[in-house]
């Protein structure tokens, strides 16, 4: 090899971890610069005393100390300055950070007007017709979507295609003659969020969908926004309970204001607020959704685990109702929820380890639950028939089986050198879309199918 090949491997390399050292949160440009001026005086020490160009590189890095301990000697030494960065975030103008605050202001009190002023058309919070539960997301969803297509500098076809992507939401969503408290009417409401879901996806990507990293980034806006989102919640709780607290010291009963007005408003709101939190802050702070994966994969394993083992010690079958099959599919997609974000934060070229193999057990465990599950599902319509929510929960739990089988499958290739852990993250992010294709597929087809009952 020529010593001008040598030297171009060397930068290569070089500029490798230079790129993955931006990613740490505590640590920003100035600091980056820094670390390689050291990184580059060792390397030239090292290559003096004779070393090769590669082996004075790794030596050089591994003086250094590793990433994580970077990241927090500087957070410690310039933990003022992080502060700082909380409050405006870097590299971002003042006054550009003003504007888009007054912005995120703005359409946090539009989502939160839209969902009152339904009522001065006489629709009411607790009347039992489900206008408001059809419609849930469609008070904040639209909103947040123009905000990220305002923020990405959308053109002006992107915005129209997603406003149509709306309107036909609402229309699916209100158009039918729904049977009051009818299946298919709780099945609308339960879906058309996750349909939608897809539409704030395209608004975040810049319109990129088909870009695996951008489809990735909205899988860790998602989890970080969920975070947020209960965090935000907690403290609106406090709030209000302290708010009603204050009125009855006065000997006034404010339980109205917080149940038609406080509430309802803050979680349209909160939806806005929060994504924009997690837009401004997710350069300064680590992600969040990844660290609780690591803490809740053994957790759920385990419980999935006992669950299985108590099935088999009584012999009982699942009770196939629509509460309990809501909650086995959101306890499923909990687990592909935790595989995502698992791979959200890992290195593909990194080697397997002892979380891998966790995560392995995790997914094995829950396509055991899910193969018991559409066991009972398959039971119960052929003992009673066809119904909305036994069609909609057995096409859910074969969609996640078939997600959680090819998990499986990518994971075992992985764990054995068969295969690369890329493979599996490219599976999870190309699966995405079918949950909202499911979703919305149900919304327009399931009401006419089933007579709107």
Same mark, same amino acid.
């Given at each position: 090899?020529?010593?001008?090949?040598?030297?171009?491997?060397?930068?290569? =390399?070089?500029?490798?971890?230079?790129?993955?050292?931006?990613?740490?949160?505590?640590?920003d440009?100035?600091?980056?610069?820094?670390?390689?001026?050291?990184?580059?005086?060792?390397?030239?020490?090292?290559?003096?005393?004779? +070393?090769?160009?590669?082996?004075?590189?790794?030596?050089?890095?591994?003086?250094?100390?590793?990433?994580?301990?970077?990241?927090?000697?500087?957070?410690?030494?310039?933990?003022?300055? @992080?502060?700082? =960065? +909380?409050? %405006?975030?870097?590299?971002?103008?003042?006054?550009?950070?003003?504007?888009?605050?007054?912005?995120?202001?703005?359409?946090?009190?539009?989502?939160?007007?839209?969902?009152?002023?339904?009522?001065?058309?006489?629709?009411?919070?607790?009347?039992?017709?489900?206008?408001y539960?059809?419609?849930?997301?469609?008070?904040? !969803?639209?909103v947040?979507?123009?905000?990220?297509?305002w923020?990405?500098?959308?053109?002006? %076809?992107?915005?129209?295609?997603?406003?149509?992507?709306?309107?036909?939401?609402g229309?699916?969503?209100?158009?039918?003659p729904?049977?009051?408290?009818?299946?298919?009417?709780?099945?609308?409401?339960?879906?058309?969020p996750?349909?939608?879901?897809?539409?704030?996806?395209?608004?975040?990507?810049g319109?990129?969908?088909?870009?695996?990293?951008?489809?990735?980034?909205?899988?860790?806006?998602?989890?970080?926004?969920?975070?947020?989102?209960?965090?935000?919640?907690?403290?609106?709780g406090?709030?209000?309970?302290?708010t009603?607290?204050?009125?009855?010291?006065?000997?006034?009963?404010?339980?109205? !204001?917080? =149940?038609?007005?406080?509430?309802p408003?803050?979680? %349209?709101?909160?939806?806005?607020?929060g994504?924009?939190?997690?837009?401004?802050? =997710?350069?300064?702070?680590?992600?969040?959704?990844?660290?609780?994966?690591?803490?809740?994969?053994?957790?759920?394993? @385990?419980?999935?685990?006992?669950?299985?083992?108590?099935?088999l010690?009584?012999?009982?079958?699942?009770?196939?109702?629509?509460?309990?099959?809501?909650?086995?599919? +959101?306890l499923?997609?909990?687990?592909?929820?935790?595989?995502?974000?698992?791979?959200?934060?890992?290195?593909?070229?990194?080697? &397997?380890?002892?979380?891998?193999? @966790?995560?392995?057990?995790?997914?094995?465990?829950?396509?055991?639950?899910?193969?018991?599950?559409?066991?009972?599902?398959?039971?119960?319509?052929?003992?009673?028939?066809?119904?909305?929510?036994?069609?909609?929960a057995?096409?859910?739990?074969?969609?996640?089986?078939?997600?959680?089988?090819?998990?499986?499958?990518?994971?075992?290739?992985?764990?054995?050198?068969?295969?690369?852990?890329?493979?599996?993250?490219?599976w999870q992010?190309?699966?995405?879309?079918?949950?909202?294709?499911?979703?919305a597929?149900?919304?327009?087809?399931? &009401?006419? +199918?089933?007579?709107?009952?």
């Amino acid at each position: 090899m020529t010593t001008s090949a040598e030297h171009s491997l060397l930068e290569e =390399q070089i500029a490798h971890w230079r790129e993955y050292l931006r990613r740490r949160r505590a640590i920003d440009a100035r600091d980056v610069a820094e670390l390689e001026d050291h990184l580059r005086d060792q390397m030239g020490e090292l290559t003096g005393a004779g +070393l090769a160009g590669d082996e004075a590189f790794l030596i050089a890095v591994k003086r250094l100390g590793s990433l994580d301990a970077l990241s927090r000697e500087f957070a410690h030494e310039h933990s003022e300055r @992080l502060w700082k =960065q +909380l409050v %405006m975030p870097p590299d971002v103008h003042p006054g550009s950070a003003r504007r888009e605050m007054l912005v995120v202001l703005l359409l946090a009190v539009v989502s939160a007007a839209a969902f009152k002023l339904p009522v001065l058309f006489g629709y009411d919070f607790d009347q039992p017709h489900g206008f408001y539960a059809r419609n849930f997301s469609l008070f904040a !969803l639209p909103v947040l979507t123009g905000y990220f297509a305002w923020k990405r500098k959308l053109d002006a %076809m992107t915005w129209v295609w997603l406003a149509l992507a709306f309107a036909a939401a609402g229309l699916f969503a209100n158009v039918y003659p729904f049977v009051t408290a009818g299946d298919t009417l709780v099945l609308t409401a339960l879906h058309l969020p996750i349909a939608a879901w897809l539409i704030v996806g395209v608004a975040y990507v810049g319109g990129h969908w088909f870009a695996s990293e951008e489809r990735m980034n909205f899988v860790r806006f998602s989890g970080e926004l969920f975070i947020y989102y209960v965090l935000i919640a907690l403290g609106g709780g406090v709030l209000t309970a302290f708010t009603l607290m204050m009125f009855s010291a006065i000997g006034i009963e404010a339980e109205w !204001l917080a =149940q038609r007005w406080l509430v309802p408003c803050g979680a %349209m709101a909160a939806v806005i607020v929060g994504s924009w939190l997690v837009e401004a802050k =997710q350069s300064v702070i680590e992600n969040m959704a990844p660290v609780l994966t690591r803490l809740f994969t053994p957790l759920l394993a @385990l419980v999935l685990l006992a669950f299985l083992a108590t099935m088999l010690w009584t012999g009982n079958a699942i009770d196939v109702k629509r509460d309990v099959l809501i909650a086995f599919d +959101l306890l499923l997609a909990l687990v592909v929820g935790l595989v995502l974000y698992a791979a959200s934060a890992r290195d593909p070229k990194a080697p &397997p380890d002892f979380f891998d193999r @966790l995560q392995l057990l995790l997914v094995v465990s829950a396509l055991a639950v899910d193969a018991l599950a559409l066991a009972s599902i398959t039971a119960r319509i052929s003992e009673f028939g066809f119904t909305p929510n036994r069609v909609a929960a057995l096409g859910e739990n074969l969609i996640l089986l078939l997600n959680l089988a090819g998990s499986a499958w990518l994971y075992a290739r992985f764990l054995r050198g068969r295969g690369s852990f890329a493979a599996l993250e490219h599976w999870q992010i190309t699966y995405l879309p079918v949950y909202s294709l499911w979703a919305a597929f149900v919304v327009a087809v399931f &009401p006419p +199918l089933f007579g709107f009952k």
